[in-house]
């Protein structure tokens, strides 16, 4: 999973025509740390896309512009637009995660 650093970097990675999905987390946070330890199963599954991490702490007014209210959040992006938003409370195991992605994805 790469990670974005800046907010040009982001804005640049979501105008993609094919659907990429990035990870929003922080270093501080309990269950982005329990999501690290499965992440890579659904990756697996989902490798014909890309897949990208930012810090929301690091990369300040992102979380706030794509309304992530907690963390970890998997968001969808494709051409500059937000198509799909699991929000934290849904991220918490890997059935729930692939689910999410297989709805959005196909």
Not at 27 to 54: A, L, Q, S
Request: net charge negative.
């Amino acid at each position: 999973m790469q990670s974005i650093n800046t907010e040009a970097e982001f804005q640049e990675i979501i105008q993609s025509e094919k659907p990429v999905i990035i990870k929003f987390f922080a270093d501080w946070c309990p269950d982005c740390k329990r999501m690290d330890m499965f992440i890579g199963e659904v990756m697996e599954e989902f490798e014909n896309y890309d897949w990208y991490e930012v810090n929301s702490d690091e990369v300040s007014g992102l979380a706030e512009k794509y309304e992530v209210m907690g963390i970890p959040s998997i968001l969808l992006f494709q051409n500059g637009e937000k198509i799909a938003h699991q929000h934290s409370a849904y991220t918490k195991t890997p059935d729930s995660v692939i689910e999410f992605l297989k709805q959005q994805l196909g």
